[in-house]
């Protein structure tokens, strides 16, 4: 069983830094990307930052310049530099791991149990 461990979260003001990490553990055969979404009240799921094994980045339009996000394969590790934060940057935060349990399986989705992210001053 994969288990995806966060932690990092908290209430910072607007300005202010925060940074995210994310563990996973148990049983992997590969992983291909790792990556960071947020859901804010009343809103969807949606991608915040995401790497691949090769080290190639993607993010979101409204955190380009102000997040970065970072991956250890091996050490199956993912963390979110955030800076500059905003009060719309307010939301649960939760980190992704797309991988393959074994050769015979397709590869899934695991998700951590989310953080809290909170800015206001």
């Known amino acids: 069983q994969v288990q995806l461990v966060e932690s990092g979260g908290g209430l910072v003001q607007p300005g202010g830094s925060l940074r995210l990490s994310c563990a996973a553990s148990?049983?992997?055969?590969?992983?291909?990307?790792m990556g960071w979404y947020r859901q804010a009240p009343g809103k969807e799921r949606e991608l915040v930052a995401r790497?691949?094994?090769?080290?190639?980045?993607n993010y979101a339009d409204s955190v380009k310049g102000r997040f970065t996000i970072s991956g250890d394969n091996a050490k199956r590790t993912v963390a979110l530099q955030m800076n500059n934060l905003k009060p719309e940057d307010t939301a649960v935060y939760y980190c992704?791991?797309?991988?393959?349990?074994?050769?015979?399986?397709?590869?899934?989705?695991?998700w951590g149990q989310g953080t809290q992210v909170t800015v206001s001053s």
């Open positions: 992704n791991f797309n991988l393959r349990l074994n050769y015979m399986v397709p590869n899934n989705d695991y």
């Open positions: 790497i691949t094994v090769s080290g190639s980045t």
């Open positions: 148990g049983s992997i055969f590969t992983i291909s990307t």
